[in-house]
């Protein structure tokens, strides 16, 4: 049915059907001000989805709070089809609708299974799905409908979702919108006189055109109010206030007019939101009155009644409510409570018996408690808080106001409304005149502090909290004292992270734990005490001996789920990655089956880069974009961990850009470990690109540091490679040293490995070098840390290139190449590819051809990003006069007369796969003939390296035993094949090369290591 200047809006809405008909789901926000005409295009569209199944639900303010009631409505309206769903999604609506008591359900499965109960229902025709008024939706249902409306894009599903101007609806945020504003004079005048049904004053039509704004519900009522009520006289001061409060005044006056009778019964049907006649009249003889008195009500259009009582326009309900007084309000709030069933609903019982009474009333607060305890097993956190905030209005305990203001602020915590729990702690805090009560409202403050900033300012907090609950309770106080160490540790405050050591200090005044209590919490305040004060080989054994014992499962899930992140972090300080990945996985779940989001999304962040060391970029990525989502999700500011080191991995220009970022928002916030990440994320990003003199401040500056950090022991790692690569042996040989305390007291694979591949850059002989390169890549491929094995085989293939060893250089570099290019480790993938180019091909050269050599190639790249001659030979491991031989050769071939035109190349890059560069010209512009516009430099003919013979290709290089430039698949191949034909008679013979020295009669470490690795 057309609507007057609506047509825009009815064609968005019509598209969006068509879409779901082609199997492509869509979701669109209709937004705009009270009777605008948002619902109206809501029921366009029912009526324009022919042939769809349609599920419906309406937002009642009422019932914001109750869990999940926006999506009982969904799900009733669609087949049930829950048993075809994986156990998980099944079980999380089952407790979602109360149908199962178990652990609340995590919102993105709960979303999955939404998801696919659409699915189901549209397998057979298409569904739409609308929401009217989501604004006053749960915040429960608003979140996952969200999740479902992001996802439907390959589903014949349509959702509508109506949003008033001004009101927030945070799970629907970034699904397009559709601003729907006021008709234009034309169709305002000609709704007027529709309305009128005969001729007006055009003085009256004018004034109320004007004061209406285009809003169609406001031109209808105040049509109505002239011609019925108000004679035409204008409302003073109605066209100054927004437009809902307009239209409230606009209903007011019409509800003035109603008798006591029918307004009183009225009231109940505006107070309950169910809209159950037969629940209105009970609650009506209850007061002395009957559901019949409703009839006044509809025959002026306010009320419909049926199946349900509705009323004509959600802000009939607001000015029905708004305009009763208080006593009416507790009255028929109490005449509800008195009409709904105790065992059926005592939830929205025990509510209306909040609303109903006057005073204080501990009873009441009982039932809103466990009202309260009931929203929160089913993962209505908000429910669950607003609860227990009424709960502490009616107590008259201390002690139970106290109580309910700590479960309301933590279930708050859960749902990401930290500022709202933070006034909810203030206001219980006046009450609280005993001392372990302030303390035990502080340690919760502290951690909503420590959420939202990560700075110093909770630390304090729980220190004096700690101290306070001392004697009275050991071990809430020795808890307390873990949670100010875990907060200094992230705010990690003064210069190089000093704020730890003086926290650490005061902990030590934590009183002893309990004889024969063996609790994880006990273990890791005492190693994180000790790691910030201790000397490293006093305190890393200690690490290591505990880490074996952080396994006990006594703890509350939601407690565990908060220090399974702490184990998770000081696992990677003792460089024990199994353990590392067992606490990241049990942390994960314990979070998600607790609810506790803000513990899924720190863990999630450990968790990437443990993905980036076992070379899994993709699967990296995607867990930092998930974290990422939880913090946005429950509106706290995210940690950078996870995207920091994705961008030092992947080594590109741009993390520079991110890391500034990440660090002025750490800094914004007071999380000073963000620095020392910062510091080593930078000092990696540059040793991948080869930028050494570069990284070792960063890596330095991140090596200072407490070990309880663990980006202190992997600057480290980075400051001996970069120190010693820039010849300041004195610096790497300190840094290494510092290195063999921590991975000396781990004593793993891991360790032992990342040990020997550092000791080896400053070995003095050769045979010490090979032998630590061997012994790095053996320890570290018993490991799964597939990204420390190809730094290792980079290293040594680096090594193995500059003892001239060309054939077993390339079977380590391949490898490395392989893994970096796969993990997206595109900076390391480019200089094990540079390493490559500079071994040379055992093809021809082409120095007749005019092509350039893929030596010269790799010289001319560095060339032209500005480099000199010496920083070029200090790059690829060249003396200063064969880096100027080569790149004579390619300016010459190029038609470059100077090196200072080199700059005209400098968006030449290597690919980003990470490989070596194709064609003639590697990816070298070629200059153009000013004259024909042909190359300069192209040959009249050229033979191709085909047509050269394997004997030629054989003489030029002549020092490889292998084939000139394996690919994966056949360096993956040659790993057991020995260096030289000397090492084993069964091989083809070919003439000894440079690889087969004296020592390498036997057979060669690098075969040895390579079946290793492999």
């Not at 001392?435 to 420590?450: C, I, K, N, Q, T």
């Not at 200090?505 to 006990?522: C, K, L």
């Not at 781990?746 to 390169?773: N, Y």
Request: charged fraction near 25%.
């Amino acid at each position: 049915m057309p609507m007057l200047g609506r047509a825009r809006e009815q064609a968005a809405v019509e598209a969006l059907l068509a879409r779901a008909r082609g199997g492509q789901g869509a979701s669109l926000v209709i937004v705009g001000d009270p009777g605008v005409g948002k619902t109206s295009l809501l029921e366009h569209g029912i009526a324009a989805a022919d042939g769809f199944r349609v599920a419906s639900a309406v937002g009642v303010q009422a019932e914001r709070e109750l869990p999940f009631a926006g999506l009982q409505q969904i799900l009733g309206a669609m087949p049930d089809a829950a048993d075809r769903l994986p156990d998980p999604q099944r079980e999380a609506v089952d407790v979602a609708l109360g149908r199962a008591v178990q652990p609340a359900p995590r919102p993105f499965v709960l979303g999955m299974a939404l998801l696919g109960l659409l699915a189901a229902a549209a397998r057979d025709r298409p569904l739409l799905c609308v929401v009217d008024d989501v604004h006053w939706l749960d915040a429960s249902s608003v979140q996952v409908l969200g999740i479902v409306a992001r996802r439907i894009e390959r589903l014949p599903v349509a959702m509508l979702f109506v949003k008033r101007v001004g009101l927030d609806a945070p799970g629907v945020d970034g699904i397009h919108e559709m601003q729907v504003g006021g008709l234009g004079e034309a169709d305002a005048r000609a709704l007027v006189h529709s309305i009128a049904g005969g001729p007006m004053d055009e003085q009256v039509v004018a004034r109320i055109i004007d004061e209406a704004g285009g809003n169609p519900l406001m031109l209808r009522e105040a049509t109505k109010a002239s011609l019925m009520y108000l004679e035409g006289q204008p409302d003073p001061g109605a066209a100054s206030l927004p437009m809902a409060s307009r239209l409230e005044r606009a209903f007011s006056k019409r509800l003035a007019l109603l008798d006591e009778g029918p307004a009183s019964v009225l009231l109940l049907v505006a107070a309950d939101p169910t809209g159950d006649p037969r629940l209105v009249a009970r609650a009506a003889r209850g007061i002395g009155r009957s559901i019949d008195d409703l009839g006044p009500a509809e025959a002026a259009g306010l009320v419909r009644l049926g199946r349900r009582i509705t009323f004509e326009h959600p802000l009939v309900r607001s000015a029905a409510y708004g305009r009763a007084s208080g006593d009416e309000l507790r009255r028929a709030h109490a005449a509800l409570a008195g009409a709904t069933d105790r065992q059926r609903d005592p939830d929205r019982r025990a509510w209306h018996q909040a609303l109903g009474t006057f005073g204080l009333s501990e009873s009441v607060a009982a039932a809103l408690e466990q009202s309260a305890g009931r929203a929160g097993a089913r993962g209505g956190f908000l429910a669950a808080a607003a609860f227990y905030e009424r709960a502490m209005q009616m107590a008259e305990s201390p002690a139970t106001r106290i109580r309910c203001a700590v479960a309301g602020a933590t279930a708050l915590e859960l749902a990401g409304a930290q500022p709202r729990a933070l006034r909810m702690l203030q206001e219980a805090r006046w009450d609280a005149e005993d001392p372990a009560d302030r303390a035990r409202l502080d340690v919760v403050r502290g951690r909503l502090l420590f959420t939202l900033e990560r700075s110093e300012r909770p630390v304090e907090l729980f220190l004096s909290a700690a101290e306070a609950l001392s004697g009275i309770d050991p071990p809430a106080s020795r808890e307390t004292y873990l949670d100010a160490l875990s907060a200094a540790t992230l705010a990690a405050s003064g210069e190089h992270g000093r704020g730890i050591r003086s926290t650490a200090e005061r902990a030590r005044e934590a009183p002893p734990p309990e004889p024969g209590a063996h609790r994880t919490i006990d273990r890791l305040l005492e190693v994180m005490r000790e790691l910030a004060l201790a000397e490293p080989a006093d305190s890393l054994p200690l690490l290591r001996r505990h880490l074996r014992e952080f396994s006990d499962v006594a703890d509350d899930p939601g407690v565990r789920a908060r220090w399974l992140w702490i184990a998770s972090r000081l696992a990677a300080i003792g460089w024990d990655e199994h353990r590392w990945s067992a606490f990241i996985e049990e942390g994960t779940a314990t979070a998600r089956a607790a609810g506790a989001l803000t513990a899924v999304a720190a863990t999630t962040t450990t968790g990437v880069a443990l993905e980036l060391l076992r070379g899994r970029g993709a699967e990296a990525q995607r867990l930092a974009e998930d974290a990422l989502e939880i913090w946005d999700s429950i509106s706290i500011p995210a940690a950078p961990y996870g995207v920091a080191a994705i961008a030092a991995w992947k080594g590109e220009p741009s993390g520079e850009a991110l890391f500034a970022r990440e660090l002025d928002a750490a800094a914004e916030r007071g999380e000073g470990m963000a620095r020392a990440l910062v510091h080593w994320a930078r000092a990696l990003h540059a040793v991948g690109g080869m930028r050494y003199e570069e990284a070792l401040p960063h890596a330095l500056a991140a090596a200072r540091y407490p070990v309880v950090i663990v980006y202190s022991t992997w600057g480290l790692v980075e400051a001996v490679e970069a120190s010693a690569r820039i010849g300041d042996r004195a610096m790497a040989e300190q840094t290494l040293d510092r290195l063999a305390v921590s991975t000396a007291a781990a004593g793993t694979d891991w360790a032992r490995g990342v040990q020997d591949r550092s000791a080896a850059l400053v070995a003095d002989e050769a045979d010490d070098a090979e032998r630590l390169h061997v012994s790095a890549i053996e320890h570290l491929s018993r490991t799964g840390l597939r990204a420390e094995q190809a730094r290792a085989h980079l290293l040594y293939g680096e090594w193995l290139r500059r003892q001239r060893r060309r054939g077993d250089a390339r079977l380590h570099l391949d490898r490395a190449v392989e893994v970096f290019t796969t993990m997206g480790a595109q900076a390391f993938g480019r200089r094990a590819s540079a390493e490559l180019a500079a071994l040379g091909g055992s093809g021809p050269t082409a120095s007749d051809s005019g092509e350039l050599s893929i030596q010269e190639i790799a010289v001319a790249r560095l060339a032209s990003e500005g480099l000199s001659n010496s920083a070029i030979a200090t790059r690829m491991h060249l003396s200063a006069s064969t880096v100027d031989y080569h790149l004579r050769k390619a300016f010459r071939k190029l038609g470059i007369s100077s090196s200072g035109r080199s700059a005209r190349w400098r968006g030449s890059r290597w690919s980003s796969s990470g490989t070596r560069p194709r064609g003639r010209w590697g990816g070298i512009r070629r200059p153009v003939c000013a004259t024909s516009g042909r190359g300069t430099c192209e040959p009249r003919s050229r033979s191709s390296n085909a047509s050269r013979s394997p004997r030629s290709a054989r003489s030029r290089s002549g020092r490889s035993c292998g084939p000139s430039r394996p690919s994966a698949r056949s360096a993956s191949r040659s790993w057991l094949r020995p260096a030289c034909s000397r090492s084993s008679p069964g091989w083809p013979r070919r003439r000894a090369s440079r690889t087969c020295s004296p020592a390498s009669r036997s057979p060669s470490p690098t075969a040895s290591a390579s079946a290793t690795s492999s």
